[in-house]
């Protein structure tokens, strides 16, 4: 494999690893996930991804939203997903002139093994899963993508955002302690 192609982006990157890729230049990003609910950390990976460039997002289909969780939990559908990741997206894209697109996730590595991207966003605990992409695109002959590693976000419990803490009404999408809660923002139907 060559070069690890890894950049460390957050709170606790030094200053040499948070130099990563040029901004300036224009770079087709990707990144892929469940994001059901959308929340803090997501959003941290999605700026990051636009600060970058133009933005592919992978969404889990249905059938591998389960198989890519380490807690057994219920998952929204993916047409409620992507309606909700598509809202945050298109806000995101807005601030900084990018476009995006959402595509189905039907297998972990996805999207990221196809040409035409220069970076994989990932976060601290996907590092290994953006290397076994490099390995998958260099076994295609193609070049590795840049792993842009985006720090998580804590709660205000010290522990790290997630869905799944987000669904098990601990916290809400921003971290905020919620007890007796869904985590989720009401719905308007």
């Given at each position: ?96 002139d990018?476009?995006f ?14 040409p ?19 390995k ?31 669904v ?22």
């Open positions: 494999m060559q070069g690890e192609n890894l950049v460390v982006y957050g709170e606790d990157a030094t200053e040499a690893t948070k130099t990563g890729p040029p901004v300036t230049m224009f770079m087709k990003v990707v990144l892929g996930g469940t994001f059901d609910p959308v929340h803090d950390g997501h959003r941290a990976l999605f700026e990051r991804a636009f600060e970058l460039g133009d933005v592919t997002v992978g969404l889990t289909s249905d059938e591998l939203a389960p198989k890519t969780r380490s807690v057994d939990r219920f998952v929204r559908s993916f047409d409620e997903r992507k309606r909700d990741l598509e809202a945050e997206l298109a806000r995101l894209a807005g601030e900084h990018r476009e697109t959402v595509r189905e996730l039907t297998e972990p590595t996805g999207i990221a093994t196809e035409g991207f220069d970076v994989l966003i990932v976060s601290p605990e996907t590092v290994d899963g953006g290397k076994l992409v490099n998958e695109r260099e076994e295609k002959g193609l070049e590795p993508l840049e792993l842009e590693v985006v720090d998580h976000l804590y709660a205000d419990d010290g522990d790290i955002i997630s869905s799944t803490r987000i098990a009404g601990e916290i809400d999408e921003h971290g905020n302690l919620t007890p007796d809660s869904d985590g989720r923002a009401p719905t308007s139907e």
